[in-house]
Nanobody
Framework: QVQLVESGGGLVQPGGSLRLSCAASPFRASDYAIAWFRQAPGKEREGVAYLSLAVGSTYYADSTKGRFTIVRDNTKNTVYLEMNSLKPEDTAVYYC???????????????????WGQGTQVTVSS
């Protein structure tokens, strides 16, 4: 059973930076992709960054490309979302999610991710 625990959310000023952490229970990395999604009040949940644990490939939503980076620390079974140049519209609850996938594949559909963390709030405001 995959377990994911997010941390690192908080209040940050526009233009600031924040790093979210997703601690994952040990599992065979070659079988999974990890992604960060977010959901703002009144809006649908959307994906912001994706990572194939098998090959290290990444994919970003247009809204976060160039500002967000998804990275992993294999020694800690942790995936991070490094967020820079934050904007008020980045305010949302951020979720870490895992998908069982074929080797090297990187799913981007919400429904393809079957394991979810509890979420962490990120608020960008002055």
């Amino acid at each position: 059973q995959v377990q994911l625990v997010e941390s690192g959310g908080g209040l940050v000023q526009p233009g600031g930076s924040l790093r979210l952490s997703c601690a994952a229970s040990p599992f065979r990395a070659s079988d999974y992709a990890i992604a960060w999604f977010r959901q703002a009040p009144g809006k649908e949940r959307e994906g912001v960054a994706y990572l194939s644990l098998a090959v290290g490939s990444t994919y970003y939503a247009d809204s976060t490309k160039g500002r967000f980076t998804i990275v992993r620390d294999n020694t800690k079974n942790t995936v991070y979302l490094e967020m820079n140049s934050l904007k008020p519209e980045d305010t949302a609850v951020y979720y870490c999610a895992a998908a069982v996938t074929g080797w090297g594949l990187l799913p981007t559909g919400l429904h393809e991710y079957g394991y979810w963390g509890q979420g962490t709030q990120v608020t960008v405001s002055s």
